[in-house]
C-alpha cells in the first residue's frame, strides 16, 4: 500500500521555465512534508519542508504548496538551472521521525 | 561538522550469505534511521533506533535487523540473502528529541549486491 505516491516518474523542463512535481498522499494522520533532492551515488538531501497547519512554504527559488483536501502536494521550482537535474522525493511523517517516501521523479533541466 | 558517514560503500555478497552495514550519525544525533531504496519502490522505511532502542519499524521481514551502540553509531544486519536484497541502503541522522519531526540527514549510502 503506498501511502505517498509520486505518479509521474520523470519529467523534463527547459532552463528558465517552472518545474512542477506533484506528490499525492493517502493518510490523512501526516502532518509534515518534505521534499528532498538525490543525485546518483549520493544520499538524499532535504530541500524544502511543510507543516500540515500550513499551506504554502517558500525559499528562494522552491516553493512547496500543500492542498490538504486534495492530499496533494507539488513543488514548484523557479526558474529552472541545469543543477536541479536530479530525482526529486516527496515524504510524509506523523508525530515521529519515520518517512514515508513516494517512488520519486526524474527532473531533466535542459538548455 | 562531519555528516553521516556509511561503510562500506559497495558490497557482493551471494545469496545466503549474510551481511552487516555500519552507520556513523553526526555528532550529537541520537536518533538513526534506516532506509531502503530500490528501483520502482522508492525509499522505504526499515527501523529507527533512538538511544541504543529500536523506536520504530517498518515492514520487513525478520531476516532485517540492527542495532545502535552507546555512541550512537548503528548497525544493520541482513541474514540468509536474498536477490531481491540488492538495494541502495540508506542511513540517516537526527537529533530525535521532542514529538514533531526532526530533520534527517542522510548518509551516501551502501550498494549491496547479491549475486
Known amino acids: 500500500d503506498q501511502q505517498v505516491k509520486q505518479n509521474s516518474p520523470s519529467l523534463s523542463v527547459q532552463e528558465g521555465r517552472i518545474s512542477i512535481l506533484n506528490c499525492d498522499y493517502t493518510?490523512?494522520?501526516?502532518?509534515?512534508f518534505l521534499w528532498y533532492k538525490k543525485y546518483p551515488a549520493e544520499g538524499p538531501t532535504f530541500l524544502i519542508s511543510i507543516s500540515s497547519i500550513k499551506d504554502k512554504n517558500e525559499d528562494g527559488r522552491f516553493t512547496v504548496f500543500l492542498n490538504k483536501s486534495a492530499k496533494h502536494l507539488s513543488l514548484h521550482i523557479v526558474p529552472s538551472q541545469p543543477g536541479d537535474s536530479a530525482v526529486y522525493f516527496c515524504a510524509a511523517s506523523y508525530n515521529t521521525d519515520k518517512l514515508i517516501f513516494g517512488t520519486g521523479t526524474r527532473l531533466q533541466v535542459f538548455p | 561538522k562531519a555528516g553521516v558517514t556509511q561503510t562500506p560503500r559497495y558490497l557482493i555478497k551471494t545469496r545466503g550469505q549474510q551481511v552487516t552495514l555500519s552507520c556513523s550519525p553526526i555528532?550529537?544525533?541520537?536518533?538513526v534511521s534506516w532506509y531502503q531504496q530500490t528501483p520502482g519502490q522508492g525509499l522505504q522505511f526499515l527501523f529507527e533506533y533512538f538511544s541504543e532502542t529500536q523506536r520504530n519499524k517498518g515492514n520487513f521481514p525478520g531476516r532485517f535487523s540492527g542495532r545502535q551502540f552507546s555512541n550512537s553509531r548503528s548497525e544493520m544486519n541482513v541474514s540468509t540473502l536474498e536477490l531481491g536484497d540488492s538495494a541502495l541502503y540508506l542511513c540517516?541522522?537526527?537529533?530525535?528529541?521532542?514529538?514533531?519531526?526532526?530533520?534527517?540527514?542522510f548518509g551516501p549510502g551502501t550498494r549491496l549486491t547479491v549475486l
Open positions: 540517516a541522522s537526527s537529533l530525535g528529541v521532542g514529538d514533531t519531526y526532526n530533520e534527517q540527514f
Open positions: 555528532s550529537g544525533h541520537r536518533s
Open positions: 493518510n490523512s494522520m501526516f502532518d509534515y
